[in-house]
């Protein structure tokens, strides 16, 4: 038997339907995927995870921007400085994500998923009645996840010796960290503003 022949006798797979999308909708055609979906390495997830976050906290400092616009305008510069570093690292993530060969879809999907819980915490956390300080406590609490998850990528990536990864945890983890010691500076500072025996509203 040939290898051809053998090949024929394949059983046929269909590929696996994964959504409908705008334009294939109107022409009544799910899309399909090419392949089935790559198993990320933790390395490849941790990287998924950590542009999440990056996304996430654009839609963050932008919301606390607004928040402390009246409160506290000293302090919107940095928020913004903060928005632009995020979105600064979501594009150096994305460009190591483009070199990882068959991976990139589920990486982003894994980055998609967690920029979604980010935004859900945002949403729980901060409501209609929420000040700049609330604003800034939650900035405290993601801002410290994103250190948190940076430092453990590296840690990772310390034992796989990526350099283009190390590279990048070696760019992001001290801009993480200012960003955590910022938001949190901005806490302490909005906190002495209050006064503590006012009845919370
Ligand atoms: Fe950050």
């Not at 729980?124 to 405290?140: K, P, Q, R, V």
Request: glycine content about 6%; some cysteine; proline content about 3%.
């Amino acid at each position: 038997m040939t290898n051809s022949s053998q090949q024929s006798l394949r059983p046929f797979a269909p590929p696996r339907v994964v959504g409908i999308d705008g334009a294939s909708a109107l022409a009544g055609l799910p899309i399909y995927e090419e392949f089935d979906m790559a198993d990320l390495t933790n390395l490849e997830s941790k990287l998924g995870e950590v542009m999440g976050l990056a996304m996430a906290a654009q839609t963050a400092t932008e919301k606390v921007s607004r928040l402390a616009a009246d409160e506290a305008p000293e302090l919107v510069e940095s928020l913004d400085r903060m928005n632009g570093e995020a979105t600064e690292t979501e594009r150096r993530c994305m460009a190591v994500v483009e070199t990882i060969e068959g991976k990139k879809t589920a990486i982003q999907d894994e980055a998609a998923a967690t920029k979604r819980k980010g935004a859900e915490m945002l949403k729980i956390y901060l409501d209609d009645d929420s000040d700049a300080l609330d604003g800034f406590e939650f900035l405290t609490m993601a801002e410290a996840g994103e250190v948190g998850h940076w430092k453990v990528l590296k840690t990772m990536t310390d034992r796989d010796g990526d350099s283009r990864l190390s590279e990048l945890c070696t760019w992001a983890i001290p801009i993480q960290e200012r960003h955590f010691a910022e938001v949190n500076q901005g806490s302490v500072r909005l906190a002495a503003a209050e006064d503590p025996a006012a009845v919370s509203g």
